[in-house]
């Protein structure tokens, strides 16, 4: 599977790309939001081991980042939700819309799904407005919901995007 944006590839995630990403997860805005992206964890995904489905951003053929989509097959709550982080160095150029709006049609288009979540901290307003921009909305605050890698819990914000709404091109 090899997913096409305006300005992004999305494909299955390669053991080549684990050293980049690695180094990807060490910079202070990914890593204040993404902690413990590790060689392990990340062969784990390539390896098809975990949970989630991951695959390699890249633009202009480089690897600028990991998203990964996770799957609710059952017929009464059919829906994927979806996480993403980008190196710095792309930061504020949309990739992360392009990145998610690419997953989403695919999801909804081709996976079948009526609904799609994902999950920000509510103090990153950068990726809020990235997935505001992909047609996202917010639905309400989980409390404490993720911690950090001191250990201190922070609220996330959970957002969605309904098949209905992509259907109807009420997204950009």
Known sequence: MELRGEAVVLRPLEHGDIPGLVEIGRQPAVSRWWAGITEEKLTAKAEGRDEVSALAVL???????????????????????IDIFLSEEVHGQGVGTDAVRTLARWLVHERGHHRLTIDPAVENARAIRAYEKAGFRPVGVMR?????????????????????????????
Do not use: F
């Open 144 to 172: 404490e919901y993720w911690t950090d890698a001191d250990g201190v819990r922070h609220d996330g914000l959970l957002m969605d995007l309904l098949a209905s709404e992509l259907a109807r091109g009420q997204t950009p």
């Open 59 to 81: 633009v202009d053929g480089e690897v600028a980042g990991m998203i990964q989509y996770h799957e609710e097959d059952h017929p009464e709550y059919e829906s994927a939700g």
